[in-house]
């Protein structure tokens, strides 16, 4: 069985989606949810699969698949994008809609959060309009209780007409008693009677004078009284996708044309113009949903959510939002400062342990020179560089970023910078796209799709690579301890180094503004607009979880994709670095030819070379440039920072070649994964040309400025 949807051009979702099973009983069950209501935990505990969970809106942006097997029985869970409505706004929201609507799944699972059940009932009534094949999931009943929320499920279940079960997905608990409904309900043959949502009565009529015609047409394949509502709704995207499912266009039908004609002209005649008519059908939705939980929800505690306000009420704040929200961003630096010095001193001597045993064992075969050298001090000592530097902090940054995700800590960030992106003419969800960009630009980039306008997506999406990723944070800690602090690690030399990181990382954030009010201005000028964001309930971090799915979600999954660009580099460069033209490599002709553009800038030849090189991954920049000065074809093997201060003070580096080091890292292209991410979410060659073309120019002339003010003035 497969679904495939229309694009909606630049920066939408790529909707198709097969589905595989693996035998014709294999069942197909749809999780559908608000964000932030546990969806995607509930889909990581019954398939057990890692699919990444975070307490902030829009974390699903792509269907994720997995296989469960119950009681005999084979289902195919598909974890679709969170979505408040099905009224599609967004390219995340086209995608669930999308796959309720048309992905013929045999059950839906609507997961909703106990402690605000009214808000997300909308979601269930738009589901029940499409297909009666629906279990309601009350998630979060823990948090429930502990607020002292009850909820007369029995009697709401009556007045749904379908399944409802509590549960408490992180927990595990009521997941068999869901698979057991779930069962039930996809096993069913033909239709049962659900709760119909209501409509003023001249909506009603031409709703009734449609169903009868789109029933001759469409059959059984879909609803009727739900298609006649979305076709006088009008969506351009529902009805392109209505139109390769159906494999028919019912708008050129001239029965539907002439029908829908009519209908609009009844509405008309009563004041109902078609702007009116997509308000009242979502005033009627939230009526029902309001008189579907009257009299079923008791508050123990009036005052249940007190604590949530009076944290936000300072989180939030326009005067201390922001300050709380740096030294948390220092916090978190610090502590990944402090704790990744000796774990990395000691990996480091681990691998080179590891090196020598490779000589010897070369040595041992008889191998040839240029094979050992080619292999070990090319391939691997690069690997092992790689390795050494980009895992300890990796390992304690992620794991910290993830606890602050699941607290809900991070929709407040997106909270207190949506004035600033206002201002920019930019969406106030970007920064939540920012923050996925400190793992990965590339999974900050895919992340852009949780905002609704194309426009607002784009610059997002063309702005992103100014945060950076990890690949380039362990080298600004390290051009940070040993150009402006000293290698000697204290308390003072730690908290002074993840000041002079935040600050870098405030200067990343405030060219994001810069480059969005450029865009904003120029090739994509717009007004910004408005958005809705939820801030979800603060929730106790499950610590444990948090470290091992951080760990082997993020950490282990980046550094992979690390060390298969590194160990090729190394080889490549290794190569360059032997294989000479005259007396010198071509490594050193490359960095000869760039040196005299580099110098302006305040780097030189083998910096500037470095980073062309660090194409594939930024992770080899520094391996590059020692292999390049140590001019013997081979990576020295560095005990220590002291080590590396010493070679490079010896290569002419000064505080300003790190300082524009630093910056151009900051500032530059982005990565070839992020590219090719780019150009996969934008389809467009002009916008990849310009997300490569624009940080790299911003680069060129922040380091320009900063390295004719130093002169200037005799600092350098």
């Known amino acids: 069985m497969g679904l495939t949807a229309g694009s909606t051009g630049a920066g939408a979702v790529d909707k198709g989606l097969t589905i595989i099973k693996q035998n014709p009983e294999d069942r197909v069950i749809a999780l559908a949810g608000n964000p932030n209501v546990g969806k995607s935990t509930v889909f990581n505990e019954l398939t057990g699969l890692n699919q990444h969970t975070g307490n902030w809106p829009g974390k699903t942006v792509t269907n994720a698949q997995g296989r469960y097997a119950y009681k005999g029985t084979d289902y195919i869970l598909v974890d679709i994008p969170g979505t408040y409505s099905l009224m599609a706004h967004s390219a995340e929201e086209e995608v669930a809609r999308d796959f309720i609507c048309f992905g013929d799944a045999d059950a839906v699972v609507v997961v909703c959060d106990a402690t605000c059940l009214e808000r997300n009932l909308n979601l269930v009534l738009q589901t029940l309009e499409i297909t009666d094949r629906v279990v309601v999931c009350v998630n979060l009943m823990d948090e429930a209780k502990r607020k002292g929320i009850a909820i007369d499920f029995e009697r709401l279940e009556k007045r749904l007409g379908v399944p409802v079960v509590p549960a408490s997905a992180r927990a595990g608990k009521g997941l068999d008693t869901l698979m057991d409904r779930v069962n039930e309900v996809s096993a069913r043959t033909g239709r049962k009677r659900a709760l119909d949502v209501h409509y003023k009565p001249p909506i009603e009529h031409a709703l009734i004078a449609l169903e009868p015609l789109l029933a001759g047409i469409v059959g059984d394949r879909l609803n009727p009284r739900w298609l006649a509502l979305k076709l006088m709704g009008g969506d351009p995207t529902l009805l392109t996708a209505l139109k390769e499912y159906l494999e028919l266009d019912l708008m050129e039908d001239k029965r539907v044309r002439a029908a829908l004609e009519e209908a609009w002209r009844w509405l008309a005649d009563r004041g109902i113009s078609q702007e009116q008519f997509g308000d009242q059908v979502v005033s009627s939705l939230v009526l029902m949903a309001e008189n579907t939980c009257k009299g079923l929800i008791t508050y123990q505690k009036s005052n249940y959510n007190a604590a949530d306000r009076k944290i936000d009420y300072y989180l939030t704040n326009k005067w201390t939002g922001i300050p709380i929200m740096l030294l948390l961003l220092l916090l978190v630096f610090w502590l990944t400062i402090t704790g990744a010095n000796y774990p990395s001193q000691l990996l480091s001597d681990g691998l080179f342990w590891v090196q020598d045993r490779l000589s010897e064992f070369f040595v041992w075969m008889g191998a040839p020179t240029w094979l050992h050298d080619m292999l070990v001090l090319g391939v691997y000592r690069v690997l092992a560089w790689v390795v050494s530097v980009m895992l300890p902090p990796m390992a304690i940054f992620f794991p910290l970023f993830t606890l602050l995700e699941d607290l809900g800590y991070l929709p407040r960030v997106a909270f207190n910078l949506d004035k600033q992106f206002k201002k920019c003419s930019a969406c106030g969800k970007q920064a939540l796209t920012m923050a996925m960009g400190f793992g990965c630009n590339a999974a900050g980039v895919v992340g852009c799709r949780i905002i609704d306008s194309p426009r607002e997506r784009l610059i997002a999406t063309l702005t992103n690579n100014f945060v950076p990723c990890n690949g380039r944070l362990p080298m600004m800690i390290s051009l940070i301890s040993m150009f402006f602090i000293g290698t000697a690690m204290g308390f003072g030399q730690s908290l002074l180094s993840a000041l002079l990181l935040t600050g870098v990382i405030l200067l990343g954030i405030l060219m994001t503004f810069f480059a969005s009010r450029l865009l904003s201005k120029t090739v994509l000028k717009g007004v910004p607009s408005s958005f809705t964001l939820e801030l979800p309930p603060f929730r106790r ?147 990849t040309a310009l997300s490569f073309l624009m940080p790299t120019a911003i680069g060129v002339a922040v380091c320009f400025i900063v390295t004719t003010l130093a002169r200037a003035f005799g600092l350098a």
């Open 541 to 687: 971090p499950q610590i444990g979880k948090v470290i091992v799915r951080s760990i082997f979600d993020r950490t282990l999954f980046v550094l992979g994709r690390a060390a298969a660009v590194a160990a090729p580099a190394g080889l490549i460069i290794w190569l360059m670095a032997n294989i000479t033209v005259g007396d010198t490599s071509i490594l050193l002709h490359c960095a000869q030819f760039l040196d005299p553009f580099a110098r302006v800038i305040g780097l030189d030849g083998v910096i500037l070379m470095a980073f062309v090189l660090g194409f594939p991954a930024n992770e080899i920049v520094i391996p590059l440039v020692i292999m390049a000065y140590m001019a013997t074809g081979n990576m020295i093997e560095m005990d220590n920072l002291t080590a590396l201060k010493t070679l490079l003070i010896d290569n002419g580096w000064t505080w300003l070649t790190a300082a524009c080091t630093m910056l151009f890292s900051l500032l530059h292209w982005p990565c070839s994964t992020t590219l090719l991410t780019i150009h996969k979410e934008t389809r467009s060659l002009k916008w």
